[in-house]
Each structure stands twice: as structure tokens, then as C-alpha cells.
């Protein structure tokens, strides 16, 4: 099993990388076919490593950006290779999978990438399950908040195969803008695909329009009431005493205006069901909203559980900074690298305390229980 450090340590130690890969875990492999690999990727990386200063940038940014999840956290969120986690598993088992990927707990926004592959490892659950032909008795659910901003354009395949692989997803979102920025047309598409839709206060004003248009029209009965009478002038009686005149008239009229979609007061919505030919809806309070639900701090940003630092087992995983330590040396980038995360790691610590002094929580306690500077990248 590799792991975000193996992948870190491939990156900050090609090309001796490769070749270590090759000796080490290719016995299948004929002299001349390891020789082909190798120097495959010796042309294709190396090579064009020389002779570009932007290719040298982008690998140097890939491995940066890999540091983020190998060294920003405790190895155990990120690392583990043996995780408390296992999405199938949970799914198949029936059990409830929360992941709270706040902001805050990942300054550098590493929570939309963490979000994204969790929902990439979902969408490969849903397709182990149509492949088999799976089926449980309970459809498994999956709700995605703010949903825009862990989507990608590639997660559409599993809108389509969600019905056959007997699994059903709600997404938050707040405009259509949000998912068409994703890929274009994406609304549209799920949107027109999906049976159930509740619908609450909407402020976009491109969105308002297509769902009034998506409603449809009706023809509707308008009064209007028009002033009537003679020239005042002449019978002066008709300026103190006017008489008043109704007049009817049909035209078509959206079901369900634009403005009706911003109105919508805090704690109503319109729940839909069925397709545009067949729509059958209703609008109403919901039981409870967020008004009713006391803030209260209910998360963590790391394990408390006792670990075995399982991430430093080679029985489990493949261990690559150690082993690339130990042939190539220690090379200054990784610990720059390492030094870099450890100085995120203790501003973690510091926006945790503020998080629990505001709470009433004593927050070296907390720090010292969660061990979120007790790791280590040996």
C-alpha cells in the first residue's frame, strides 16, 4: 500500500526514484524490460527536466503540493495504511460517514482536494457496484454540501450510473452558476435528471429565472380596474363622483415567479417530485432549520485514538522516505519541505487553541490528547 509520502518521496527523489522502484519491486520483469521502463521514464522526466526550466518548476510544485498532504497533519489523518476509514467497507456495512472538511482545519485549502478524492473513491465504489451487479436493501445515500467546491467535471459519470448502482446523492449548492463554472451545462444536466429537488431561498437572479422557466407557464386571469366617466368639464359631477370599470383578461403567467425563489423566508421551501412533464410539488415549513441548533464545537482536526504508527511499518506499506533516505541520502528540499510543515502544523495548533478558548475548552489539553505535533517523517 503507498500512501501520500510514498508518493511525496517518488516525486522529491526522482530519477533515482524510478530505478529504485525497478530494482526493488520488479522481479517479474526481464532484464531488458526493466531497462525499457527505466529508461522510459529517464527520457520522459529527467530528460525533460534538462532541458526545461517549466517542467523543473511543475515537479518542484507537484512536490510541494504533495508535502501538503504528506507532512501538513498528523500521518494518521492522511497516511495511515491501515485508515479507520474504508469507504466501501462503510457503505457495504451499513455505517454512517461523516467528514467534516472545514476550512479552517486546512488553511491551504487542502480540504477541496481531500473532498475530491473522497468523492473520486466513491464514484469507484459505485462503479464496483453496477459491475457486479450489487444490490442492497437500502439504497446507499450520499449528501454533498456546498457541492460546487468539491465536484469535478468527471464525478457527471456518477449522476449517470447512480440509479443502476443503487445509490442515491442529494447536492447543496446555491446557484446554477456554481455547477455550470464546473462544466458547462452540468445543472442542467443533473438538475433535469433529478426526481426529488427542495428548493429554498434563492438570492442568484439567473437561477430564480430557470427555475420559473423549468416550472413553466399557466394561463392566467388578470383584472384591471380602469377610471371611467364624461369630460369633468362638462358634468363636473363625474370629478367628485367617478364611476370605475373591472376588465378581465387572460394571459400566460409563470406558475411560480422569479421573486417567489428570493422570498422564500428562512425555515420554507418548495419540495418537487418527478420530471418536467410530470412535476408534483409542494411548499411548506420545514420541521427544523438551523436557527433551532445551538453552535457548539463537535470536530476535531486530528485522531485521538492510540495509533501504532502504522504509517512507519513496512509490513503494511511501502515506506519510501525511509528507504530513499537510507540509498540516496537526505536532500535539502525535503527538509525544507519537512520544516515548512511543521511550521503549518504549529500554526494549526494555534488556530485550534482559538477554537477552543472560544468554546471554553482548555486548549493545550486538547493539542497534547489529539497529538497534533507528536509525528514523525523518519
Known amino acids: 500500500m503507498a500512501n501520500f509520502i510514498d508518493l511525496y518521496s517518488i516525486v522529491a527523489y526522482l530519477p533515482g526514484s524510478i530505478k529504485y522502484l525497478l530494482d526493488t519491486y520488479s522481479d517479474k520483469l526481464k532484464g531488458e524490460e526493466k531497462d525499457e521502463i527505466y529508461y522510459l521514464w529517464l527520457e520522459s522526466i529527467h530528460g525533460e527536466a534538462k532541458r526545461s526550466k517549466d517542467f523543473r518548476s511543475y515537479l518542484r510544485g507537484l512536490q510541494q503540493h504533495l508535502s501538503l498532504y504528506a507532512f501538513s497533519f498528523h500521518p494518521r489523518l492522511l497516511n495511515s495504511y491501515n485508515p479507520d476509514i474504508k469507504i466501501a467497507e462503510g457503505f457495504r456495512q451499513g455505517k454512517l460517514m461523516y467528514f467534516n472538511l472545514r476550512a479552517l482545519d486546512f488553511p491551504s485549502g487542502e480540504s477541496l ?16 457496484k453496477q459491475r457486479e451487479g450489487l444490490e442492497n436493501e437500502v439504497p446507499d445515500m450520499v449528501f454533498i454540501d456546498e457541492a460546487h467546491n468539491v465536484i469535478v467535471p468527471e464525478f457527471q459519470r456518477m449522476f449517470e450510473m447512480a440509479r443502476s448502482a443503487g ?4 447536492l447543496i449548492h446555491q446557484s446554477k452558476q456554481q455547477m455550470d463554472e464546473i462544466k458547462r451545462g452540468m445543472f442542467e444536466n443533473i438538475f433535469n435528471n433529478t426526481n ?9 437572479p439567473e437561477t430564480t429565472r430557470y427555475l420559473a422557466e423549468y416550472f413553466g407557464q399557466e394561463l392566467r386571469f388578470f383584472m384591471n380596474v380602469s377610471r371611467g366617466g364624461e369630460n369633468p368639464l362638462k358634468r363636473p359631477l363625474d370629478a367628485v363622483l367617478p364611476h370605475w370599470q373591472e376588465i378581465s383578461m387572460q394571459r400566460y403567467d409563470y406558475k411560480i415567479r422569479p421573486e417567489e425563489f428570493s422570498n422564500l423566508e428562512m425555515g420554507t421551501a418548495i419540495l418537487t417530485v418527478g420530471s418536467k412533464n410530470d ?16 453552535g457548539k ?12 504508527k502504522e504509517w512507519m511499518d513496512p509490513e503494511r506499506g511501502l515506506c519510501l522516505l525511509k528507504k530513499f533516505k537510507n ?13 515548512r510543515a511543521e511550521e503549518r502544523m504549529r500554526e494549526a495548533e494555534e488556530k485550534a487553541n482559538e477554537i477552543f478558548e472560544k468554546h471554553g475548552v482548555d486548549g493545550d489539553t486538547a493539542i497534547d490528547e489529539m497529538g497534533i505535533i507528536q509525528s514523525s517523517f523518519d
Not at 464545537?297 to 501504532?308: A, H, I, K, Q, T
Open 113 to 128: 482536494d481531500i473532498g475530491k478524492m473522497i468523492l473520486m473513491d466513491i464514484q469507484s465504489y459505485a462503479a464496483f
Open 167 to 170: 445509490i442515491g446523492i442529494m
Open 196 to 204: 426529488i429537488k427542495l428548493i429554498l431561498g434563492v438570492e442568484d
Open 279 to 294: 412535476l408534483r410539488g409542494v411548499k411548506g415549513r420545514l420541521s427544523r432549520f438551523a436557527s433551532d441548533v445551538k
Open 297 to 308: 464545537l463537535d470536530y476535531y482536526l486530528v485522531p485521538v485514538e492510540p495509533s501504532n
Open 327 to 339: 540509498s540516496f541520502g537526505t536532500k535539502a528540499e525535503v527538509e525544507e519541505d519537512i520544516n
